[in-house]
């Protein structure tokens, strides 16, 4: 059962019931206000997106390491496979 579907969520985040039902949970999960609040214009991109940034600029910098070790690689096998 879906939002709007018997029951809805204000803005002060209270839970209306409508629809006559016997038995009902209800579960509501929302993030805490460490994460903030992700539309708040005064905080910096780099504040909001710092895990998205960091996990990108980690990926870059392994992809980076992984492409110079095979490039030395590659030219250490080329360089012992040359007739001297």
Known sequence: ???NDGWTV???QTITVMAKT???SIAYYTLPD???DATDSNT???QRHSVAI???VAAA???AIAV????INRIRKKESTEPK
């Open 61 to 63: 910098f392994t992809v």
């Open 54 to 56: 960091g996990t990108a």
């Open 44 to 46: 910096p991109l780099y």
């Open 68 to 71: 110079a070790i095979w490039r």
């Open 10 to 12: 204000s803005s002060d």
């Open 22 to 24: 016997v038995n009902v």
């Open 34 to 36: 460490v994460f903030g």
């Open 1 to 3: 059962m879906g939002l």
